[in-house]
């Protein structure tokens, strides 16, 4: 049972416009969302996260937006540039004390974003 | 400040063997956890250590185990290797701060394939 998706597994974006990428949650203990990006051959490095007492978090090109309600988050990437080409995977924790819990993060299978020219 | 290393980069193993994969989290991190990344199941959590305790374990069988040494630095263990275990295996620091999110910093993970 997956309890954090990424339905997208890939998107295609003109480079300047923006991309959003989309996740949605299953668990409701879930509180705290994370998005990383990973490029080949390299770990996933974080990008920007969002705490549940929130709905908005920004930071400079990249947005996380939290629909609780919806149990859904989204990541936009504005403007989207050629280095942005990675894959995006979301995370989810329900721990306050580290950035994981009794599950660590939970992370959906990812999203390849690709930006053209 | 660097970041987060892991030896060897790559492994190849055959079946039955048994692996020890090391990890060294960034300078001033206490949590060190484990991830399996494959193309099927994706980024899977093995589990947490802090302050050389298992904190925290995800749901894989008795043959990954681990530990954590005082000075942070983390090994994990993978015993009678299976074809299964081939992956990508991720580790990732964390700076404890009690009652506060911490977010977590990927190494550049061990490429481990077992024939």
């Known amino acids: 049972d997956q309890q954090v998706k990424q339905n997208s597994p890939s998107l295609s974006v003109q480079e300047g416009r923006i991309s959003i990428l989309n996740c949605d949650y299953t668990?409701?203990?879930?509180?705290?969302f994370l998005w990383y990006k990973k490029y080949p051959a390299e770990g996933p490095t974080f990008l920007i996260s969002i705490s549940s007492i929130k709905d908005k978090n920004e930071d400079g090109r990249f947005t996380v937006f939290l629909n609780k309600s919806a149990k859904h988050l989204s990541l936009h990437i504005v403007p989207s540039q050629p280095g942005d080409s990675a894959v995006y995977f979301c995370a989810a924790s329900a721990s306050p004390y580290s950035g994981g819990g009794a599950d660590g993060l939970t992370f959906g299978k990812g999203t390849h974003l690709i930006i053209q020219p | 400040k660097a970041g987060v290393t892991q030896t060897p980069r790559y492994l190849i193993k055959t079946r039955g063997q048994q692996v020890t994969l090391s990890c060294s989290p960034i300078s001033g991190h206490r949590s060190v956890s484990w991830y399996q990344q494959t193309p099927g199941q994706g980024l899977q959590f093995l589990f947490e250590y802090f302050s050389e305790t298992q904190r925290n374990k995800g749901n894989f069988p008795g043959r990954f185990s681990g530990r954590q040494f005082s000075n942070s630095r983390s090994e994990m263990n993978v015993s009678t290797l299976e074809l299964g275990d081939s992956a990508l295996y991720l580790c990732?620091?964390?700076?404890?701060?009690?009652?506060?999110?911490?977010?977590?910093?990927f190494g550049p993970g061990t490429r481990l394939t077992v024939l």
């Open positions: 668990n409701s203990m879930f509180d705290y």
């Open positions: 990732a620091s964390s700076l404890y701060r009690q009652g506060s999110y911490n977010e977590q910093f």
